[in-house]
């Protein structure tokens, strides 16, 4: 868990105080009275000593006098290592980000003699998916590699960790393994994110604020900091600059394309988040009662590409117009009040939904459906959205919204259905909040997707918004693929209010619905994504991809109905993506909605075909699993496992022994299909996964438990005594009478003195 982290960390630091770098030198933490909660949370790319033997704790390059330190750290501490340097390179397209961090770090504080385990921690920004991490150190390189679940490996050789994966949503960490005092690890990370879109503007925000104590000890040392920023918006579009949190300095700019770089000598790490927001303008832009703009884009495959038919991609962006009408909202909530959802779940959607009524204009219209295993409803019609119904609705909520009993989507879904099965002049919308699993999942699909048959383009959209990790995020997915809405999810406590906002506004900003395409039919084959086409946001831009084979056409005409309810149309031209990997920038989203319809067909062969994105574009997926390679210096570096081996079933444990390599099995990086046993006993929401003790490291040894840090603030008979009772009878017994005896030649206030300096 985090809290765990933050406090192996809190207690790496207090033994940090061991370390001796020269006069007015010496390492301290910071005031633990100033500091905010989850502080040592890290807010950019860090790297850890794992200590359990704080015996071992001492500056490789200056050693010193270190009393002993009796016992071992459970969990272990973890030292925040010094950094050399660090460097960025980002690279936007569309609306995915693709960066790379660099950075060299110094185990500063593990005497030359012994060694310990490392722990890498990379905080991501919006929805980030790891992709891949490279790390030298000592003779020896790591990479990581992803294989499919199913592969065949030796596990009695392989190094079973269960370790690594997410520390809390956002926040990936990975062990290194024994490294020593002294050494320099080299570490390169790569992730993609997505960019929000808000107003016109894409913004980019990725942690990259270091704290002070990974700053070399010493006045006027100068430190290099790199950042190259590199932004590709797609063809007859201009990119303009807004704003951004470091001074980068513009090295070109050409039609759709920008680069940008900053680099500086600096006293002190960047303590701010790198930020960066561009509005994207079109050349060809009439004056007209829209500034939608749009853009085609067509990529053959590389040589490498599993999938040998032509890719696809369309684009709609919904432009900077405030002024620009949305369709009138009919939207019905269905609220998960089962007894899981008891405390901060509930009165995080108590606080979220009250903020989204408030947002509703006077023609809006809306009910409210608590449900469990029964239903409670605000109305058994649509109301308009007054003052007063809204004030109504926020009583109603704080007396019906008690947490409690099971969970039974399907009846308060056939309930919203019926609600909006007359709705004229608006895009009716079913807005879905769960934290939990239900046994009949595949049944509500299927009776959603007929009913879509049914009533075409006036079925409502159904957006849904799962909590935790007991609800299955792919049903979830599924009935938002069906219902032409949006999915969002949140995986931690803190972030269920905003992530809610974000869902309602892009689901209830509606600028052009019913979108249709002309000419994809012709293609002799042709695989979109998604299948059914949602509408257009003023909240987020519409991104539609896929592979075809035949002649595509010259252009494509896209229409759709504005909510003046006058006809929509735009022709794209196509465009050849030169400088865009259409392929790697729209995997994401192919891996999350083949998932969702390889888990609603339970299809084997649509599950072997996400594993072959996930391989051949690095992202992980629920159906492949990470590990970490290891190479000695002197043999052959590893060779990323292509989609050709993948496609010939190779066996990774053959390669990884005919090359002398050893291998370190990490903990799946997926969230799986839910777990509908854990919602039927009411479990409280899971939010992200329990950080293990390091497997990996040393047995700790419980003689002395969690004694060892306490003793290290302080190192004297004092803390002896007080730390006693937590030790067994002989230590304790050894202890009392070192105590008595240092009492007897008045060494007790010296010991303190002398400790506590360092």
């Known amino acids: 868990m985090a809290e765990e982290f933050v406090k192996s960390v809190e207690e790496g630091l207090k033994l940090s105080k061991r370390i001796y770098f020269g006069k007015d030198h010496s390492v301290s933490a910071p005031q633990q009275s100033v500091m905010e909660k989850n502080s040592h949370l890290p807010t950019s790319p860090m790297v850890y000593a794992v200590i359990s033997d704080p015996s071992v704790v001492d500056n490789p390059d200056i050693p010193s006098y270190q009393p002993h330190v009796h016992g071992r750290c459970d969990p272990p501490a973890l030292i925040p290592l010094h950094m050399k340097e660090v460097s960025m390179e980002v690279a936007c397209y569309l609306d ?21 385990f490392c722990r890498l921690v990379v905080p991501m920004g919006e929805q980030g ?31 079973k960790t269960q370790d690594g994966g997410f520390l809390k949503p956002q926040i990936f960490t990975l062990p290194i393994p024994q490294v020593e005092g002294g050494s320099i690890v080299s570490v390169k990370i790569s992730w993609s994110q997505k960019l929000i879109y808000n107003s016109g503007q894409f913004s980019l925000g990725i942690p990259f604020k270091f704290p002070e104590f990974v700053a070399s000890p010493g006045k006027g040392i100068s430190k290099r900091e790199k950042i190259m920023l590199n932004v590709s918006s797609g063809t007859g579009t201009e990119i303009q600059c807004m704003k951004a949190s470091h001074p980068l300095k513009l090295i070109r700019k050409q039609v759709g394309r920008l680069a940008c770089s900053y680099e500086a000598d600096v006293f002190a790490w960047s303590h701010t988040d790198f930020s960066f927001s561009y509005a994207i303008i079109s050349k060809y832009l009439q004056e007209s009662s829209s500034d939608i703009l749009g853009g085609l884009l067509l990529q053959s495959p590389s040589m490498q590409d ?3 038919r032509e890719m696809f991609c369309f684009y709609l962006f919904p432009g900077s117009n405030q002024s620009r009408k949305v369709f009138r909202k009919e939207v019905v909530f269905l609220i998960d009040i089962s007894g899981s959802m008891r405390g901060r779940p509930i009165e995080s959607m108590k606080n979220a939904l009250s903020a989204a009524l408030s947002k509703l204009n006077l023609e809006d219209s809306f009910s409210i459906i608590a449900f469990n295993e029964e239903t409670f409803l605000f109305s058994s019609s649509l109301e308009l959205a007054t003052k007063e119904t809204i004030e109504k609705a926020t009583q109603w909520m704080q007396k019906f919204f008690v947490a409690g009993g099971g969970t039974n989507i399907l009846l308060p879904l056939n309930q919203a259905l019926g609600m909006l099965s007359n709705t004229f002049d608006s895009v009716p919308l079913i807005i879905l909040i769960t934290d939990g699993a239900v046994e009949d999942e595949r049944h509500i699909c299927d009776l959603v997707r007929s009913q879509v048959s049914n009533r075409g383009s006036r079925f409502p959209r159904i957006s849904t918004f799962g909590i935790g990790t007991y609800c299955n995020h792919y049903f979830l997915q599924v009935l938002a693929l069906i219902g032409r809405g949006y999915y969002d999810a949140a995986y931690c406590p803190d972030s269920i209010d905003i992530r809610f906002q974000r869902l309602y506004t892009t689901a209830s900003s509606t600028i052009l619905a019913n979108i249709t395409i002309d000419k994809l039919d012709h293609l002799e084959t042709n695989e979109v994504y998604p299948r059914h086409i949602p509408d257009l946001s003023a909240g987020s831009p519409l991104i539609v991809s896929g592979r075809y084979q035949g002649e595509f056409p010259d252009s494509l005409k896209v229409s759709g109905l504005l909510a003046d309810m006058s006809n929509f149309t735009i022709n794209l031209k196509v465009q050849r993506a030169k400088e865009i990997p259409l392929d790697k920038v729209v995997a994401k989203k192919q891996i999350d909605m083949l998932t969702a319809q390889a888990w609603l067909s339970q299809s084997k062969e649509l599950e072997e075909k996400v594993v072959k994105i996930s391989i051949q574009s690095s992202l992980p ?49 997926g969230y799986g299909f839910g777990n509908s046993t854990a919602t039927a006993e009411n479990k409280p929401p899971r939010f992200g996964e329990p950080l293990l003790s390091d497997s990996v490291a040393d047995p700790i040894v419980k003689a002395a438990s969690n004694c060892c840090t306490k003793l290290c603030d302080c190192w004297c008979g004092m803390c002896c005594i007080r730390t006693c009772s937590q030790i067994n009878e002989q230590c304790a017994i050894v202890l009392t009478q070192l105590c008595a005896a240092l009492s007897c030649f008045g060494c007790l206030s010296w010991c303190a003195e002398v400790c506590c300096d360092f």
């Not at 043999?635 to 990323?640: D, G, L, P, R, T």
């Not at 081996?645 to 022994?657: A, I, S, T």
Request: with cysteine.
């Open 129 to 159: 998916s790891v992709l891949g991490v490279e790390v030298d150190v000592s003779g020896r390189s790591y990479s990581t590699q992803l294989i499919a679940m199913e592969e065949k490996m030796d596990m009695g050789k392989a190094a």
């Open 96 to 116: 995915t980000a693709f960066v790379s961090v660099s950075g060299l770090w110094k185990v500063h504080c593990v005497m030359r003699s012994r060694s310990c």
């Open 621 to 669: 997926s629920e159906y492949t699993r990470m590990v970490l390679l290891q190479t000695e210096r002197g043999k052959q570096a590893f060779e990323s496992v292509g989609i050709q081996e993948v496609l010939h079933n190779l066996d990774l444990q053959k390669l990884v022994d005919s090359k002398g390599r050893k291998i370190i099995l990490l903990r799946s990086l």
């Open 306 to 308: 599993f999938d040998q």
